[in-house]
């Protein structure tokens, strides 16, 4: 089955502990992306990959990192959580520009 | 560069009738428009897009989206409600190039019985 998948779903960490979210899919796409989800706000773009070891900042990158090192991996790393990063996280990929994105299912993270 | 808004955070329709979600992009480059649902504590699904073919969308659930470009509209419809319809909105637009889709900030769609 052609799907984007996130771990772990649900992660309840503490300020300054860092934390790793990993996404992988396995249908092939150049492009991956990981945003983050507050109310209000919509969707926001962190990070995005357009292939293996190629990535950028999306509108909201402070705090975060990524890496690809594999077209079907692109984990996001926060080095020292705080508050403020409280939000549901989403990866995608797509193939291309003109297609739409395959959104994992989501990381609800709560950092106290 | 893109941008999306969604007009109304809230909407609120009876059962059976019609359901009309607004959205106005813009872009400096010929966009590519998307609309997803999210059902409560689920992720995103795709409804429909327009990629440049026909500017009447069909997608599914029986939505469409029409886009117009003199408007820069591309709002999404639905001759009758259903209560199952009941979830939040989200449209997008992409350019040619790149990476960016970039979402509007959603309407919560209500509907009564």
């Known amino acids: 089955e052609a799907q984007v998948t996130q771990n772990p779903r649900y992660l309840i960490t503490v300020t300054g502990k860092k934390l790793t979210v990993t996404c992988s899919q396995n249908m092939n796409h150049e492009y991956m992306s990981w945003y983050r989800q507050d109310p209000g706000l919509g969707l926001r773009q962190i990070y995005y990959s357009m292939n293996v070891e190629a990535t950028d900042k999306g509108d909201v990158p402070e705090g975060y990192k990524v890496s690809r090192k594999e077209k079907r991996n692109f984990p996001l790393i926060l080095e020292s959580p705080s508050p403020n990063q409280t939000s549901l996280y989403f990866c995608a990929s797509r193939p291309g520009p003109r297609y739409e994105q395959y959104f994992g299912p989501g990381t609800r993270l709560t950092v106290t | 560069a893109q941008s999306v808004t969604q007009l109304g955070s809230h909407v609120s329709v009876s059962e059976g009738a019609l359901v009309l979600l607004r959205c106005n992009y813009s872009s400096s480059v010929p966009p590519y428009l998307f609309w997803y649902v999210q059902y409560p504590n689920q992720g995103l699904q795709l409804l429909l897009k327009y990629t440049s073919a026909a500017t009447l969308v069909k997608g599914i659930n029986g939505f469409e989206a029409e886009f117009k470009k003199s408007e820069t509209s591309f709002h999404l419809t639905k001759p009758s409600a259903h209560m199952s319809d009941a979830a939040e909105y989200f449209c997008?637009?992409?350019?040619?190039?790149?990476?960016?889709?970039?979402f509007g900030a959603g309407t919560i769609l209500r509907v009564k019985s």
């Open positions: 997008a637009v992409s350019g040619e190039y790149g990476n960016k889709l970039v």
